[in-house]
Structure formats: structure tokens, C-alpha cells
């Protein structure tokens, strides 16, 4: 066979192009401690995201509800630790109630929208849900009404 060898012996100084057994193993027990880690996190951030999404929204329906002229009041929603209702200025509760928050405790809150273009009542603080190590802030603005989640 005449001509340069198709495939060169690998020797010091070369390289094969491929990974070593050593380095593979190493970057999967990294991958497997990164796992173990963040997996039993990853379930609590989604639910508590989804559960500060649907009580921000009951929140906008509160503000929606103060801004309809044809009821002409204010509506307020307040709650605590799981569980929390919407009800008109003579405080009787509006239906249907909403289902308790899923694993996910709040502090003590009321935010009361106005009939003036559903502005809020006062300046409200923060309202914090929490679901294991995780929380989320809710913020209601005091000139607007706006609702942000905040991680």
C-alpha cells in the first residue's frame, strides 16, 4: 500500500476527536446532581405561577366588576391563607366563590376597587403567595389598578 495512511496512529500530541471515557462519565454526574437538585423545584414554581395567574386575574375581575356602570359600586377581594372571595359594597359575597388556592399559602389581604374607573381604594402593599421555598409577590398600582407578579 503506497501513499499516506488513511487513518493516523493516535500518539502524543494527537488527537482522536472523541470524548475519553473519563470525560463522559464525569459530565454525566454533573447533569445527575443538577437534576436532583432542580427537579423537585421545578413542579412548585409552575404551580405557583399558575396559582398567583389565577388569583391576579380574579383581581383584574374585581376591578372589572367595580367598573361596570350599570352596578354602580365598588367590589372588593379579600383572603387569607388559602382561600379568598369577591364582594360588593354591602358585603355580600359574588358567586360563584373561588376554589381554594392549591398548595399555595397567601398573607391577609383586601384590595377594594372604586366605581371611578376601578381605581383602587388606597395604595395597597405587596401581597406574597408561597408554595414550598418559592414565593411570588403581587402588586396591585395605586393609580391604575394594574396587577404585576413579581418572582
Known sequence: ???????????????????SLLE???????????L?????????????????????QDIRYTQALAMNPDRGQSYTIRGSG???TIVDASNNPMPPDPPPLEGV???PFSFSFSTDMGKPAAAYPPLRLAMGG??????????????????
Open 1 to 19: 500500500m503506497d501513499g499516506p495512511c488513511p487513518h493516523p496512529v493516535v500518539g502524543p500530541g494527537w488527537s482522536s476527536g472523541g470524548f
Open 24 to 34: 463522559v462519565v464525569i459530565v454525566l454526574m454533573l447533569i445527575a446532581i443538577l
Open 36 to 56: 436532583v437538585v432542580a427537579e423537585p423545584r421545578w413542579p412548585n414554581a409552575l404551580l405557583l405561577e399558575a396559582q398567583a395567574q389565577r388569583l391576579a
Open 82 to 84: 388559602r382561600s379568598y
Open 105 to 107: 399559602t397567601m398573607d
Open 134 to 151: 418559592d414565593t411570588v409577590t403581587l402588586t396591585v398600582t395605586a393609580l391604575t389598578g394594574t396587577v404585576v407578579i413579581q418572582p
